[in-house]
């Protein structure tokens, strides 16, 4: 039987992504700058590809804000900020996140796959979502709603995972799984290909790979950065080029077509 939206749903209900960062009191300043620190510090190419500072004075729509730390960003920046997200406990975080740095943003409850129901239709500057519709039943049918969505002009800024990658070779492999909590009801990953045909009515300007998770798993969760012992041998450069080509990041740029 396949996944529904109702399992993907329940799932992040039950643990939204990125929570446990911090081991301060959920929902504290504190709290919130840990989370943010650490989702940089272990995937630091996510401020270069959201390029925050650009959508001052813009209207952003982010697709799955999670826990709010690109949303916060997004809105510290001066962007008009709105975001749909799936999981209501993940939404009610992310508006506390809001109200604790008193910052302004509209957050809707919903299905990405109805967006266009829940938004206006060419009114974003920009559609942005970070590794959440490979997780939804339907993605092609939020890239169409997407379309509808963004303005004339506008720009899609998408992060899926990527299929020729050294993640999933290492899931394929029975050594990792998609997401640091068990049980992940819908992965999907893309190679360039798929990529193309997922954003039809839309033309790529970049398509781009970047991200290994480097670390010993067992003291990663206790706040210690050991890389694993075949990435510490070797020199940064390296490192850097094979996440260039094997990356679990697919990051994508396009405009309507």
């Not at 109702?6 to 643990?15: G, L, S």
């Not at 939204?16 to 709290?31: D, F, K, L, M, V």
């Not at 798929?194 to 290994?212: K, N």
């Amino acid at each position: 039987m396949s996944a529904t939206i109702d399992d993907v749903q329940a799932y992040w209900n039950r643990r939204p992504c990125n929570i446990r960062h911090s081991t301060a009191e959920i929902g504290s300043r504190q709290y919130f700058d840990d989370v943010e620190e650490r989702k940089y510090f272990v995937e630091p190419h996510i401020p270069g590809f959201a390029q925050f500072e650009r959508w001052r004075g813009k209207r952003v729509l982010e697709v799955g804000c999670g826990i709010g730390t690109d949303a916060v960003n997004f809105a510290r920046a001066g962007a008009d900020y709105t975001a749909v997200e799936l999981s209501e406990v993940s939404m009610a975080l992310a508006k506390q996140r809001f109200e604790v740095f008193g910052l302004k943003g509209n957050f809707i409850h919903c299905n990405a796959e109805e967006l266009s129901q829940h938004v206006d239709n060419g009114a974003f500057d920009l559609v942005y979502s970070f590794g959440v519709i490979h997780h939804a039943p339907h993605p092609n049918q939020i890239v169409r709603e997407m379309r509808k969505v963004v303005a004339p002009g506008g720009e899609l800024k998408l992060m899926v995972y990527a299929k020729n990658s050294w993640k999933d070779a290492m899931i394929e492999a029975g050594f990792d799984q998609p997401e640091a909590q068990n049980g992940c009801p819908i992965a999907f990953t893309y190679t360039p290909e798929e990529a193309a045909v997922l954003t039809s009515g839309f033309t790529i300007t970049e398509l781009r790979q970047d991200h290994i998770f480097p670390y010993i798993v067992e003291k990663y969760i206790r706040y210690e950065y050991e890389p694993q012992p075949w990435f510490k041998a070797m020199p940064e450069g390296m490192f850097e080029a094979v996440e260039k080509r094997f990356g679990w990041h697919m990051l994508i740029t396009a405009k309507p077509a």
